[in-house]
């Protein structure tokens, strides 16, 4: 099993800056890929962004240019740093662990709110 913690979200004005960390524990294959997705209300969790172990990187266009992820693979740690945030920047951010070893596994950490205030 494999355990994801967030942290880092809060409430900032709009065009401020977050940044968010997922740790995770657990029994982790090496290979795998580590993302953000984010879930506003009413509305279906989508993609942030995501990070290969071996550093290939992918955003969603909404997030391009303002958001970077990164990841330690010594300490399984992620980081989403975000700037020039916005109002529809605003859900609950969940990171993911997902790899695959003979069948395909994914994980999911407990959320972090982010709020951004017009």
């Known amino acids: 099993q494999v355990q994801l913690v967030e942290s880092g979200g809060g409430l900032v004005q709009d065009g401020g800056s977050l940044r968010l960390s997922c740790v995770a524990s657990?029994?982790?294959?090496?290979?795998?890929?580590m993302g953000w997705y984010r879930q506003a209300p009413g509305k279906l969790r989508e993609l942030v962004a995501t990070i290969t172990s071996g550093g290939v990187t992918n955003y969603a266009d909404s997030v391009k240019g303002r958001f970077a992820i990164s990841r330690d693979n010594a300490k399984n740690t992620m980081w989403l740093q975000m700037n020039s945030l916005k109002p529809e920047d605003t859900a609950v951010y969940y990171c993911?662990?997902?790899?695959?070893?003979?069948?395909?596994?994914?994980?999911w950490g407990q959320g972090t709110l982010v709020t951004i205030s017009s």
């Open positions: 657990g029994s982790i294959f090496s290979i795998n890929v």
């Open positions: 993911q662990l997902s790899y695959r070893n003979i069948k395909y596994r994914e994980f």
